[in-house]
Nanobody, 120 residues
Framework: QVQLVESGGGLVQPGGSLRLSCTAS????????MGWHRQAPGKQRDMVAV???????HNADAVKGRCTISRDNAKNTVYLQMNGLKPEDTAVYYC??????????????WGQGTQVTVSS
């Protein structure tokens, strides 16, 4: 069974930085698109950034210029570097990945979430 495990969340002051990591573990054939999403209290879960296996990325307008998504395919890991954090970035951040355990079997998986709080 494949699992996604996030790390790197925490409390940071406005203007600060955080780097989130998410690693997939288990029997993996390959991983397609990986991404980061966030959900603030009382709001829907929104996409923050996604990256495909070739390194092509797409960021949400709310984080453009402040967040960078990257991945290490050898480590089955996706990262989110967040700079210039604002209080409105406070949310639970979830990673996602399209994981193939066999050539013809793919699943869209989610991590358990990591809390990011931006506050002075």
């Amino acid at each position: 069974q494949v699992q996604l495990v996030e790390s790197g969340g925490g409390l940071v002051q406005p203007g600060g930085s955080l780097r989130l990591s998410c690693t997939a573990s288990g029997i993996i054939f390959n991983i397609g698109v990986m991404g980061w999403h966030r959900q603030a209290p009382g709001k829907q879960r929104d996409m923050v950034a996604v990256i495909d296996s070739d390194g092509n990325t797409h960021n949400a307008d709310a984080v453009k210029g402040r967040c960078t998504i990257s991945r290490d395919n050898a480590k089955n890991t996706v990262y989110l570097q967040m700079n210039g954090l604002k209080p409105e970035d406070t949310a639970v951040y979830y990673c996602s990945a399209v994981v193939r355990t066999m050539p013809t079997i793919a699943s869209n998986l989610w991590g358990q979430g990591t809390q990011v709080t931006v506050s002075s």
